[in-house]
């Protein structure tokens, strides 16, 4: 039955679609505003106007993309940084020296790096769990030991899906926090602080801004505590909060970010089911296949669609799958993911030594466009490479 109270609360779609209101009190302008200025006046007294004083602890534009996204999330708070890196960076500071951290073998390069040289530097102990395996999480948390599991869902780039309930139990029955990386699982399909993760990262580079226009990171929590505050600290020495223009871009971004995640989605899909039993594909890795192992998890709790990201396994040799990638003409050969246009990449490549990504991986963001010219865009590639 359609709720018809007159105080219902709006859809999450709608509350990003609408950029929550934020019509302008005095223009009457329905889109929200940017507030560029890097200082702001004090009254009379010398006391600040409002909460603003500096735009390194934020300002007007930075706030009102944070609300949107909290909304979103469902969450208490959330910040925004400069870059995904930026806010991944912050929130390991947070760790204590010594502690341990559990995060998987495979996902985003740069995170994986930053983990790797904190631990050669002996601040902190790291194990890696393989993200393949849905036991194996929990046999590398110590408890009283582990400070903080990360985990990414689905992970970049092989797209298996961690069951983000069964990782807050098992770091929360130990003692840790849980971060999510739902990069390629946005809000309006994957809300990780209700599944349980004590904080819910993402690049919002990708699918929140969606345009390949801005650079940004965003960590919204469950609930504000010392650490939350301590991480606001950390935003603010060390200088790494998003400037007033991306904030702006990101709000504009996320107006249509439920309309083009369908629509990748849906592309997404369709292209796998064609190349799943191609005779020049070995697998094609999409947890929206039902072939995908991960693919019950994948639907119980992405419930807005799989996301425009999968992987393609060809047959031969390494030259053989970056010759694919070259001889595409639809499809951008460029890294990133979650905008409108179409990607395509070899990631071996691009990750650099410790990548351990097989090397006939071909990692996919399927964009907005005609699939059939993504697929005929494809199977000329494979054709000529052949």
């Not at 072939?291 to 999968?310: C, E, N, V, Y």
């Amino acid at each position: 039955m359609t709720d018809h109270r007159p105080n219902r609360r709006p859809s999450a779609e709608t509350r990003a679609a609408q950029a929550l209101r934020m019509i302008d009190p005095q223009t009457g302008a329905v889109v929200p505003g940017i507030e560029p200025a890097t200082t702001f006046a004090r009254d009379a007294d010398y006391e600040p106007r409002q909460s603003y004083i500096y735009a390194r602890d934020g300002g007007p534009t930075v706030e009102r993309a944070q609300a949107l996204i909290a909304s979103l999330e469902e969450a208490e708070e959330t910040l925004l940084f400069a870059s995904g890196m930026a806010a991944l960076v912050a929130l390991i500071e947070t760790v204590p020296a010594g502690a341990h951290v559990v995060a998987p073998r495979i996902m985003y390069h740069g995170g994986l790096n930053w983990l790797v040289r904190q631990q050669e530097k002996g601040r902190l102990r790291v194990s890696f769990f393989d993200q393949a395996d849905p036991d194996d999480l929990a046999r590398q948390i110590e408890p009283g030991a582990t400070d903080l599991v990360w985990i990414e869902t689905p992970t970049n780039p092989n797209w298996d899906v961690t069951d983000i309930r069964a990782a807050a139990e098992a770091a929360h029955a130990a003692g840790a926090r849980l971060a999510a990386d739902c990069t390629a699982a946005p809000p309006c399909t994957t809300r990780a602080l209700d599944l349980g993760a004590d904080y819910a990262f993402h690049s919002a580079t990708k699918y929140l801004g969606g345009h390949s226009d801005l650079t940004a990171g965003v960590i919204s929590c469950r609930a504000v505590d010392a650490r939350w505050e301590e991480l606001v600290t950390v935003r603010n020495l060390s200088g790494s909060v998003i400037a007033a223009f991306e904030a702006w871009l990101l709000i504009r971004g996320i107006r249509t970010l439920y309309v083009r995640f369908r629509q990748a989605s849906e592309n997404a899909l369709a292209f796998a089911r064609h190349f799943e039993a191609h005779p020049e594909v070995e697998a094609v890795l999409y947890p929206g296949l039902e072939s995908h192992p991960g693919h019950a998890i994948a639907r119980a709790q992405m419930t807005g669609g799989f996301g425009g990201m999968l992987s393609l396994m060809v047959h031969g040799s390494a030259d053989r799958a970056k010759d694919v990638a070259r001889f595409c003409t639809c499809f951008f050969p460029a890294t990133s993911l979650g905008g409108v246009e179409s990607l395509i990449e070899h990631r071996k490549a691009v990750e650099g030594p410790n990548s351990v990504v097989p090397d006939r991986l071909l990692r996919l963001s399927i964009g907005i466009e005609d699939v059939a010219d993504l697929i005929a865009d494809m199977e000329q590639a494979l054709d000529r490479s052949a």
